[in-house]
């Protein structure tokens, strides 16, 4: 009878993840709906039933108990569409695992095997399935999504890691904590000094990232170029050598060498090549892919995360928010690539491999998970840049297994005259693992046939003024490899905090600049609040919120430690109030500044409550009534119109520039006019095909008047709505 059958039920962290558990455990799983657009997996066999359901990320968030408070300490947990109206879709994930896990006699929490996963799961077994769901529970664990995995993890599941779990829920409570009460104290202050809205976002590792950017600003505002000298000499047979001094900062020294130099023959006075040997390079954990990604196709680290993220999901690479730089040594490396070779872009080097070989392999290890590596299961269907970070993975597994590379160098000294020169020439002599991971460049000079003593006819000698270089800018890849080095956040929060940077707009380009908004709340905070800037005090919880897991310390210890910290930096912002509200407004003010005005005002980025809209205007308003509108989602540039020396902007799908007045006319997009494509919803105006300098799209026969653009795709759903 139904009565005597043993419910079980599973727990996953997403809905793709429940469908890979379920069809690994039973070829019988059935996809059952919940509702028109919610499913989960049903599995009846051998007298127990078990339910596969799904969370989709987070569903319960902290908020507090009381709005009312000052100061927020008193928190509980929430289910998440609650708190944030647009997550309303939430409720019917909640209610489902609230409906198919009632009266169960078994639970199994599946989600991911790292913190955040731990809290998800743990979270929606005691809020939805009930906190006697808890003294249930047993966990798998699992690094990918195929088959023998799973089955691995449910046949030797482990008990739920309490302190894995208080780790993670201390982890949420310091941020917000740190990130929510300061931010609102920050806000406030600026309220109180100048009567005026501003948002504003601090936090307990955001505050010291936009800190290390900071320092770096003010390096390169500060920096003085000076001039140094090179002396080059150009050989026969393209040959060019460095005078051996290098930058020569004399400028007298440097006129002497360059006279000295000219009408002679540069003699061979030694040749050296040297053999150096190249390791492969080692497995990827996550900082490791977000740097090659970023290095080699430009992705941002946030979104080379999500596409490993996917792959993962789908069952073709490790869970890839590790730290860990070693593969398992259960790996079955060999039936791996075994699969991979049923492509024959993967086959061709496979096959090239030694017989008998271990992996390099780094020194980092992570005790949850192993370094990211292809599961062998072959994709199906990826997008463009999917398949970019796939063949990444794959090909760097592969690199791992070959030989080493070694690469030879001739270093040749030269006499021209009295003064020495010096060239160097670098070639591969063996490809080994290189020639498997085509996302190195090769070096392959051409080397001289050239022996001490030969006497090489000298055709130029230059003399060439440089300058020195301030500080190179962080990137983000740069920017997480830094944070990292410092210990500061987690593998799995660095690329959020710095697109939360970005977002917040006190951070802007590829190669990052800070905001005189950005750089005024570090100068304020370090003026009168230090201890949230400091690198320290984040390091020192992060050290203890690691001590958690391990059990050396408690989770009501460190947020008792938090609080007081929290206490006494917003004391610091209560103590200077006016002071630094008055600081960061008129920060923030500057910041809008984008130039000057015809009538010596300056131009600024100012928002419409009425239309909901940014525009440009003169800050001599109202006796200067200039304005520009700024089409949605529009940047501002630094570089300027060549007509009329207005800002450039950017707009549009595809991007396109023009002047910041529509009325001047000097714009960059090559357009020519085509068949009507349809109407304008901005304007009512014809929409025709044009192509501009990243293809066609679709824009406004009214334009410049009327900006409106969208993709030829766009267009599509445009006709839909």
């Not at 390099?360 to 299961?377: M, S, V, W, Y």
């Not at 006497?455 to 990137?475: F, G, M, W």
């Not at 890849?477 to 944070?483: D, G, N, P, R, V």
Request: charged share 30%; with cysteine; aromatic share 10%.
């Amino acid at each position: 009878m139904i009565s005597d059958t043993m419910h079980e039920v599973i727990i996953c962290e997403k809905p793709k993840s429940a469908e890979k558990i379920a069809q690994a455990l039973s070829s019988k799983a059935k996809k059952m709906k919940y509702n028109k657009k919610l499913t989960y997996w049903e599995i009846n066999e051998d007298g127990k039933k078990t339910n596969v359901l799904s969370a989709v990320g987070h569903l319960y968030s902290l908020t507090p108990t009381n709005q009312n408070e000052k100061v927020y300490f008193d928190l509980n947990w929430a289910p998440i569409y609650e708190i944030q109206k647009n997550k309303n879709y939430i409720k019917d994930y909640i209610y489902s695992i609230k409906k198919f896990s009632k009266g169960a006699d078994k639970f199994i929490h599946a989600c991911d095997y790292d913190i955040e996963g731990t809290l998800i799961g743990f979270n929606a077994l005691k809020y939805a399935c009930g906190e006697d769901s808890i003294a249930k529970t047993s966990r798998m664990k699992f690094s990918t999504l195929t088959k023998k995995d799973i089955m691995d993890a449910y046949e030797n599941m482990i008990d739920l890691d309490i302190n894995q779990v208080n780790s993670g829920i201390a982890r949420h409570i310091l941020d917000f904590y740190f990130g929510v009460n300061i931010s609102r104290a920050l806000m406030k202050s600026v309220r109180t000094a100048k009567s005026r809205f501003l948002k504003l976002s601090a936090g307990r590792v955001q505050t010291p990232s936009l800190s290390i950017l900071v320092d770096r600003e003010k390096q390169i505002q500060k920096f003085v170029p000076e001039p140094y000298w090179l002396i080059k000499a150009v050989l026969e047979g393209e040959i060019i050598a460095d005078h051996i001094a290098g930058k020569i900062f004399n400028k007298e020294e440097a006129e002497k060498i360059f006279a000295g130099c000219k009408e002679s023959d540069a003699l061979v006075d030694d040749v050296k090549i040297t053999e150096t040997i190249r390791k492969p390079p080692i497995p990827f954990n996550l900082g490791g892919l977000q740097s090659e990604s970023y290095g080699v196709f430009g992705f941002s680290p946030k979104k080379t995360q999500m596409i490993a993220q996917n792959l993962y999901t789908e069952g073709y690479t490790s869970y890839p928010r590790t730290s860990s730089q070693k593969l398992p040594a259960s790996l079955e490396f060999k039936k791996i690539f075994k699969q991979l070779s049923g492509r024959s872009l993967f086959k061709d080097h496979i096959s090239k491999l030694p017989q008998q070989t271990k992996p390099n392999e780094g020194k980092k290890e992570d005790a949850a998970h192993p370094a990211i590596h292809p599961t062998g299961i072959l994709p199906e269907k990826l997008s463009d840049d999917e398949q970019k970070v796939y063949q990444l993975i794959v090909f760097r597994f592969i690199s791992l297994f070959a030989e080493n590379s070694k690469l030879e160098t001739m270093k040749t000294l030269l006499k021209i005259a009295e003064e020495e020169f010096v060239f160097k020439r670098k070639r591969v002599s063996y490809l080994g693992w290189l020639q498997h991971y085509p996302f190195r460049k090769l070096e392959d000079e051409f080397f001289p046939n050239i022996k001490k003593g030969d006497l090489i006819k000298v055709e130029d000698v230059l003399s060439e003024e440089k300058e020195t270089k301030p500080p190179a800018r962080y990137n983000e890849a740069s920017l997480i490899k830094e944070l990292e080095k410092r210990e500061l956040g987690t593998k799995a929060t660095r690329a959020d905090i710095i697109a939360k940077l970005y977002d917040r707009e006190y951070i802007s380009g590829k190669k990052i600049e800070v905001n005189q908004l950005g750089i005024s709340i570090i100068e304020t905070l370090k003026e009168y609040c230090k201890d949230l800037t400091s690198e320290e005090l984040t390091r020192q919880f992060e050290k203890e919120l690691q001590g958690i897991m391990a059990d050396k310390i408690t989770k009501d210890k460190v947020i008792g430690e938090a609080k007081k910290e929290v206490l006494s930096i917003l004391g610091d912002i209560e103590d200077s109030e006016n002071k630094i509200g008055e600081g960061i407004y008129n920060a923030y003010q500057e910041s809008l500044i984008l130039g000057k005005c015809a009538c010596g005002g300056n131009l600024i980025i100012r928002y419409s409550p009425k239309t909901k809209s940014h525009f440009v205007g003169c800050s001599n308003y109202p006796d200067c009534n200039i304005i520009y509108s700024l089409p949605k989602g529009a940047n501002v540039l630094k570089s300027t119109c060549e007509k009329c020396g207005l800002p450039m902007i950017s707009f549009g799908k595809p991007k396109q520039r023009a002047c910041l007045d529509p009325k001047c006319g000097k714009d960059s997009t090559k357009t020519h006019d085509s068949e009507i494509v349809g109407t304008c919803p901005d304007c009512h105006s014809d929409l025709l095909k044009r192509s501009g300098r990243y293809g066609d799209f679709v824009g406004c026969s009214s334009f410049p008047k009327c900006r409106f653009t969208c993709s030829v795709e766009e267009l599509k759903d445009l006709k839909t709505k």
